[in-house]
């Protein structure tokens, strides 16, 4: 059974920082994106980062510059680094996986609170 695992929620103050991590039980490789997903209550579910096999990533408009995708190809992870968090960044975050077998994959979510 293919899991996408998130690790690194939690409460944070606006201006802090979080990473989140998103560990796979197959090989990175098998996935042709792997990306960040967020919903906030009555909202739908929205793309935050994503990063291609090749290396390339892509970023929602509002967290552009705040919000950085990476891959760590050896341990089949990848993490969102968030600084600057603002209360709007409040959601659950979702790991993504879009695989090479045509089948999207989906982590169980992890909380991000930012407030005082």
């Known amino acids: 059974q293919v899991q996408l695992v998130e690790s690194g929620g939690g409460l944070v103050q606006p201006g802090g920082s979080l990473r989140l991590s998103c560990a796979a039980s197959r090989s990175i490789f098998s996935y042709k994106t792997m990306g960040w997903y967020r919903q906030a209550p009555g909202n739908e579910r929205e793309l935050v980062a994503r990063?291609?096999?090749?290396?390339?990533?892509n970023y929602a408009d509002s967290v552009k510059g705040r919000f950085t995708i990476s891959r760590e190809n050896a341990k089949s992870t990848v993490h969102l680094q968030m600084n600057s968090l603002k209360p709007e960044d409040t959601a659950v975050y979702y790991c993504?996986?879009?695989?090479?077998?045509?089948?999207?994959?989906w982590g169980q979510g992890t909380q991000v609170t930012v407030s005082s």
């Open positions: 993504n996986g879009e695989g090479l077998d045509g089948r999207d994959y």
């Open positions: 990063i291609t096999l090749g290396g390339s990533s």
